[in-house]
């Protein structure tokens, strides 16, 4: 069964397709109106044989010799002695072709309308729903970026000192409410804290160093201005720290 289908569907597509259309090629190039019109005819009945092989295989190829049976009826169509071609579309296909053709150009004018018609709809729906998902996406996009730099800029008010955009005496502090932040906050002023306090023990040992050798008094000025800026800045740091708690 196997190897019928397969020699079938072989003598099908050489004898069936490409040989008439090689003949067909010629008859155009020879303006042979004879051959053109016997190859025309040839083409709309194998157009009909293929379309009834397509259902046939499906529901009858379990018959014996089904495959066979095509062979044979190609072979049959193209023989210049049989001339089956001509005489089915003379005795069969012209004359039910003349009966309906009013009806089936109507149905075809009818299908390409509404093709049309439906591919505009369809169309429309599609560039609606493209265009409502690319604003949706650029909406959601923008609030994300909002919330971003919000963030962004109330953790940079509170971990920036002494800069010109730090936040005035008189507009309360922007504490974050997630407790991740809060901890990451506490430690960032914890170990910020304890290098101020490094940074005054540092500078404690320098004054002692500097008034055991007896420096001048303008020494001595310039030891205690640095000393009360490390205060200011611990003082500074302890200030966040109460605010944060």
Same mark, same amino acid.
């Given at each position: 069964?196997?190897? +019928?289908?397969? @020699?079938?569907?072989?003598?099908?597509?050489?004898?069936? $397709?490409?040989?008439?259309?090689?003949? =067909?090629?010629?008859?155009?190039? $020879?303006?042979?109106?004879?051959?053109? #019109?016997?190859?025309?005819?040839?083409? @709309?009945?194998?157009?009909?044989?293929?379309?009834?092989?397509?259902?046939?295989?499906?529901?009858?190829?379990?018959?014996?010799?089904?495959?066979?049976?095509?062979?044979?009826?190609?072979?049959?169509?193209?023989?210049?002695?049989?001339?089956?071609?001509?005489?089915?579309?003379?005795?069969?296909?012209?004359?039910?072709?003349?009966?309906?053709?009013?009806?089936?150009?109507?149905?075809?004018?009818?299908? +390409?309308?509404?093709?049309? =018609?439906?591919?505009?709809?369809?169309?429309?729906?599609?560039?609606?729903?493209?265009?409502?998902?690319?604003?949706?996406?650029?909406?959601?996009?923008?609030?994300?970026?909002?919330?971003?730099?919000?963030? +962004?800029? =109330?953790?940079?008010?509170?971990?920036?000192?002494?800069?010109?955009?730090?936040?005035?005496?008189? #507009?309360?502090?922007?504490?974050?409410?997630?407790?991740?932040?809060?901890?990451?906050?506490?430690?960032?002023?914890?170990?910020?804290?304890?290098?101020?306090?490094?940074?005054?023990?540092?500078?404690?040992?320098?004054?002692?160093?500097?008034?055991?050798?007896?420096?001048?008094?303008?020494?001595?000025?310039?030891?205690?201005?640095?000393?009360?800026?490390?205060?200011?800045?611990?003082?500074?740091?302890?200030?966040?720290?109460?605010?944060?708690?």
């Amino acid at each position: 069964m196997m190897v +019928s289908a397969i @020699i079938s569907r072989v003598v099908i597509l050489v004898f069936g $397709t490409l040989y008439p259309a090689y003949a =067909s090629y010629k008859a155009v190039k $020879t303006k042979n109106v004879r051959e053109y #019109v016997k190859w025309m005819m040839y083409w @709309i009945v194998f157009a009909l044989f293929t379309c009834a092989e397509t259902f046939a295989d499906i529901f009858l190829s379990w018959v014996p010799f089904y495959y066979e049976a095509k062979i044979v009826f190609v072979l049959w169509l193209l023989s210049p002695a049989t001339k089956g071609s001509s005489i089915l579309y003379r005795k069969f296909v012209h004359p039910q072709l003349t009966k309906r053709e009013q009806k089936i150009d109507a149905y075809i004018q009818q299908a +390409s309308d509404k093709g049309y =018609s439906a591919i505009l709809t369809v169309g429309s729906k599609g560039l609606s729903y493209a265009s409502n998902v690319v604003v949706q996406t650029a909406l959601k996009g923008h609030g994300a970026v909002l919330d971003h730099l919000k963030k +962004s800029y =109330s953790m940079s008010d509170l971990s920036v000192e002494g800069s010109s955009t730090a936040v005035g005496p008189n #507009v309360p502090p922007v504490i974050p409410d997630n407790e991740d932040e809060l901890d990451n906050l506490d430690n960032r002023l914890i170990e910020e804290r304890e290098e101020a306090n490094r940074r005054l023990r540092e500078g404690r040992k320098e004054n002692e160093m500097l008034q055991q050798k007896g420096n001048a008094g303008g020494q001595d000025d310039v030891i205690t201005t640095r000393d009360t800026q490390l205060r200011s800045r611990t003082s500074k740091y302890s200030h966040k720290e109460g605010m944060t708690c």
